[in-house]
């Protein structure tokens, strides 16, 4: 069964300091797809990235950058120089073909980034 | 580009009473889906329509139903309403559905408070 597991349930962390959000994820298929959202206290899902199956190359993109690693099944978000405006739940999901491509979420990372 | 709108934003209901939510998705968009958020539970699949058929569904009881309107509009109901239906109600909507490269984009949620 697919499963989605973010060990960390909440960060707090100073301005300024990296942070990085783990996610571990399970899934029997070959072909799918991870996606990192935000959720900002206004409850709406910002879409962050998708990566396939078969592109383990990592991603940078400004402050933001993601590490996919297959061999240990996990999609790990690093947050670089972070920012007050960064606090937020972070929800790592996973769709894959044996769940019909719906989306499947971990239980989120609530991050806290203190000035 | 106008996002994805859900209506209304905020509702409160009593326990027995029935719920329409309605979700618009962003134009040319032909799937839609449906997710509930509790503190418990997460984030969690309802149903996904596709051109005005459902195509997928989560593991919810009969009295969470849905439809799609030829315009794409979605609208999804909940009857007998129960305490524990009390939840952030989201709409994603995506061009393809099966097409994995389309990410989702989620609206603002609708707050169904439960009396």
């Known amino acids: 069964a697919q499963k989605v597991t973010q060990a960390q349930t909440e960060i707090s962390v100073v301005e300024k300091e990296d942070v990085t959000l783990d996610c571990v994820y399970e899934?029997?298929?070959?072909?799918?797809?991870l996606f990192w959202y935000k959720q900002p206290p206004s409850g709406e899902l910002v879409f962050l990235i998708r990566r396939n199956s078969f592109d383990e190359q990592n991603e940078i993109s400004g402050r933001y950058s993601w590490n996919f690693q297959k061999s240990t099944s996990s999609f790990n978000f690093t947050i670089t120089a972070s920012q007050v405006v960064d606090s937020a739940v972070y929800f790592c999901?996973?769709?894959?073909?044996?769940?019909?491509?719906?989306?499947?979420f971990g239980s989120g990372t609530r991050l806290l980034v203190r000035p | 580009k106008a996002g994805v709108t859900q209506t209304p934003r905020y509702l409160i209901k009593t326990r027995g009473q029935q719920v329409t939510l309605s979700c618009s998705p962003i134009s040319g968009h032909r799937s839609v889906s449906w997710y509930q958020q509790t503190p418990g539970q997460g984030l969690q699949f309802l149903f996904e329509y596709f051109s005005e058929t459902q195509r997928n569904k989560g593991n919810f009881p009969g009295r969470f139903s849905g439809r799609q309107f030829s315009n794409s509009r979605s609208e999804m109901n909940v009857s007998t309403l129960e305490l524990g239906d009390s939840a952030l109600y989201l709409c994603?909507?995506?061009?393809?559905?099966?097409?994995?490269?389309?990410?989702?984009?989620f609206g603002p949620g609708t707050r169904l408070t439960v009396l």
């Open positions: 899934t029997r298929d070959t072909t799918y797809y």
């Open positions: 999901a996973l769709s894959d073909m044996d769940s019909s491509y719906k989306l499947i």
């Open positions: 994603a909507s995506s061009s393809h559905g099966w097409d994995r490269n389309n990410e989702q984009f």
